[in-house]
């Protein structure tokens, strides 16, 4: 069964960074895509970046092209979503899960497994 942990929200000003964690229980992240989303309440969950297992390659949502990072560390099982220039629309429930698609492909298509996000809220 495929479970993540998500970690590292938290409150910030805006123009503030965050790093968010998604650690992986029971299987080797390496071997699958990995995306971040995000739900702010009352909206859809929606797509922020993305990163393949083949070549690391990565995609983003164009309101994160340029102040969001996703990489990968294989020795801690862990994916993260390092964020720059945080503004107050960046704030939700920041989650990760497993997109369809290896490469990645935008808009992501994940599978209905969920971890219980972590928040971020971005101050003005």
């Known amino acids: 069964q495929l479970q993540v942990v998500e970690s590292g929200g938290g409150l910030v000003q805006s123009g503030g960074s965050l790093t968010l964690s998604c650690l992986a229980s029971g299987f080797i992240m390496d071997k699958y895509a990995i995306g971040w989303f995000r739900q702010t309440p009352g909206k859809e969950r929606k797509g922020v970046s993305c990163i393949s297992s083949v070549n690391n390659s990565t995609q983003y949502a164009d309101s994160v092209k340029g102040r969001f990072t996703i990489y990968r560390d294989s020795a801690k099982n862990t994916v993260y979503l390092q964020m720059n220039s945080l503004e107050p629309e960046d704030s939700a429930v920041y989650y990760c899960?497993?997109?369809?698609?290896?490469?990645?492909?935008?808009?992501?298509?994940?599978?209905?497994?969920w971890g219980q996000g972590t928040v971020v809220t971005v101050s003005s």
């Open positions: 899960a497993f997109p369809r698609q290896d490469p990645c492909m935008w808009p992501m298509n994940p599978l209905d497994a």
